[in-house]
């Protein structure tokens, strides 16, 4: 039974850096099946993706928050990570990580697709 | 970036009776398309992806169809676990730049 765990501080101050961790278990990070992502969604709104990485450390941004964002994977604590940095109030948030299978394949490159398993979600706000 | 525009926003209806949900897309996403439910305080559960194809221990009332640039999810005959929110999200483009629609909130008449 795969199980996601979102950690890190529910406060963060305007202008500093959030930084959360996604726990895995039930699976293996390193799994060449799946990448890992993170998604988030302001309070009373809809899903937006942030991220999304695979074990070897290749990732893929939102381009509107890719010059603020980094993840980062660490296979021996099965372990993903986000850092946002200069954050502001729209970046209140409820903050998933989640799970993305590889789905299409064109030629030798297999690509991940949907979110099929999520973390239960961690409320960040960002103070003034 | 590819606009997911779902409709209705808000669609009420009587436990028993059959929803249609939309789902339009800015540009063909061929049937790069799934659909998830939120209940309030949860995280969003995969319920369709591929357009059609339901997730792992998903019921059969729930059902997708469409390809292109048109989807609906249908749920046959609706019980009282349904009446929550759902959101279609379409994964076509590469490099992935993944994009949810608003949602629709199914409510109890």
Redesign the interface.
């Known amino acids: 039974q795969l199980q996601l765990q979102e950690s890190g501080p529910g406060l963060v101050k305007a202008s500093e850096t959030l930084s959360l961790t996604c726990t895995v278990s039930g699976d293996s990070i390193d799994s060449s099946n799946y990448y890992w992502g993170w998604v988030r969604q302001p309070p009373g709104k809809g899903l937006v993706w942030i991220g999304t990485i695979y074990y070897s450390g290749s990732t893929y941004y939102n381009p509107s928050l890719e010059s603020r964002v980094t993840m980062s994977v660490d296979t021996s604590k099965n372990q993903f990570s986000l850092r946002l940095s200069s954050v502001t109030a729209a970046d209140t948030a409820v903050y998933y990580c989640a799970r993305l299978p590889l789905g299409y394949c064109i030629s030798t490159s297999c690509y991940p697709v949907y979110f099929d398993d999520w973390g239960q979600g961690t409320l960040v706000t960002v103070s003034s | ?1 590819i606009v997911m525009t779902q409709s209705p926003a808000i669609l009420s209806v009587s436990p028993g009776e059959r929803a249609s949900l939309f789902c339009r897309a800015s540009q063909n996403v061929r049937t ?1 398309l ?1 659909w ?1 439910q939120q209940k309030p305080g ?5 319920l369709i ?2 357009a059609s194809t339901r ?1 792992t221990g998903i019921p059969a009332r729930f059902s997708g169809s469409g390809s292109g640039t048109d989807f609906a999810l249908t749920i046959s005959s609706l019980q009282s676990e349904d009446f929550a929110v759902y ?1 279609c ?1 379409q ?1 076509d483009n ?10 629709t909130s199914l409510e109890i008449k």
């Open positions: 970036e790069n799934a998830y949860q995280a969003p559960r995969l992806y591929a997730a959101f999200q994964y590469w490099p992935p730049e993944y994009t949810f629609g608003q949602g």
